[in-house]
């Protein structure tokens, strides 16, 4: 049986699902190669939203060959220079154009393949023929030299009414018996990735021919987690309110987290004053909305939250930028910490002041001072009050600061 992943895969530029502005900026290097500043294109995106079928797609359209390469089977300089420094060099079959393909960079380790990265500029810089690069994060420090020698190209995940037109064609073409509620669902559970919710389609009617409510339940939850650097880039680098809008939903952070990442990265990535200050008012209005949370106990304000610092910092730009940024953590967290072990401290050594001077801890908290003054200048003496109040090694210490 033919996967109805190879099956339907689009044979022109029409058939791509999704991914307009994609299209038409790969369309333009392919067809003006020798007009274009850079010598690649870097393409990157989730998994299954269509960046290797686009090239195929475009090539067809063009009457052009496409000579595909995967970086995962790459292990040294050598073997990049003859499988990618091949294809450049080998002549196009039937005399035609060609487009090489180097699929899946993220492959390269950067420690197994040192030199990799330095071998394949070397080779674009040299190629008479458009070349495609395909990642998932081409942000990762390794990529840093190449992302200069390329135009990159933005795939974003697919929208659940596109997937679930799709999916609805196949049904039709396949006389698959469906109801639209369970396409929708599963293109909802695909979460962009369309060429998962075609093989889901598979698996679930190949036995009965029809996709029932039931179905679904068979498949399980699809197990799937998220970085909060990739959550950030669904934000930063798109306007798309409904792909900013799941930025987080796979993302193991809590929430301060998300928002202190987001105040840390923000100025970096928004450089223009107009875009910042509608990104910062945005993310004020999450920050109050949160304060509510923790005093009324609202929490269907996460909603509203949620909407704020995903499509609501996405679009507050007036469009994206295309410079690359290292998103870092914030130091924020860390003196957050600090500040609450610190506080810990002092209050555990205020019970035990209060329990022997027989005080309130409000009250012994606030003499706290005194005894750090005797700690500090009064050894024999400090000695005996840890004695009586029974103080560990670190709670002297702390006090003798």
Known sequence: MIPYTKKYLPKTAKDVVGQKEALKLLTDFITSYKKQKKKAVLSYGPTGIGKTSAVYAIA?????????????????????????????????????????????????????????????????????????????????????????????????????QEITQKLEQICKAENIKYSEDVLKRLARRSAGDLRAAINDIQTLTMLTGSLEKDSLDELGERERTDTIINGLLKIFKTTDPKVALSAFE?????????????????????????????????????????????????????????????????????????????????????KLWWAKQKSMKKKAIAERIAEKTHCSVKSAIKNIDYFQTIFKNNKDMARGIAHQLDLDKEQVAWLSK
């Not at 180097?102 to 030199?115: A, F, Q």
């Not at 990442?261 to 949160?290: C, G, H, V």
């Open 250 to 334: 796979y993302v193991n952070e809590d929430l301060d987290q998300q928002l202190l990442w987001i105040d840390k990265n923000l100025p970096m990535e928004y450089t223009k004053p107009e875009d910042l200050a509608r990104a910062y008012d945005k993310l004020s209005k999450a920050d109050i909305f949160q304060r509510r949370i923790r005093r009324w106990q609202h929490w269907r304000f996460l909603v509203y939250i949620n909407a704020l610092i995903t499509a609501g910092i996405a679009v507050s730009k007036d469009k994206k930028y295309d410079k690359y940024v290292e998103y870092k953590p914030t130091d924020r967290i860390l």
């Open 60 to 160: 067809n359209d063009n009457n052009l060959e496409v000579v595909e390469v995967n970086a995962s089977d790459f292990r040294n300089k050598e073997q990049i220079s003859m499988k990618v420094g091949g294809a450049v060099k080998q002549m196009s079959l039937f005399s035609k154009g060609k487009v090489i393909l180097v699929d899946e960079v993220d492959g390269l380790s950067g420690t197994k393949d040192r030199g990799g990265i330095p071998e394949i500029i070397s080779i674009l810089e040299e190629s008479t023929f458009p070349i495609i690069l395909t990642a998932t994060n081409p942000w990762d420090n390794k990529f840093s030299s190449l992302r200069k020698k390329c135009m990159l190209v933005q795939f974003e995940p697919i929208g659940i």
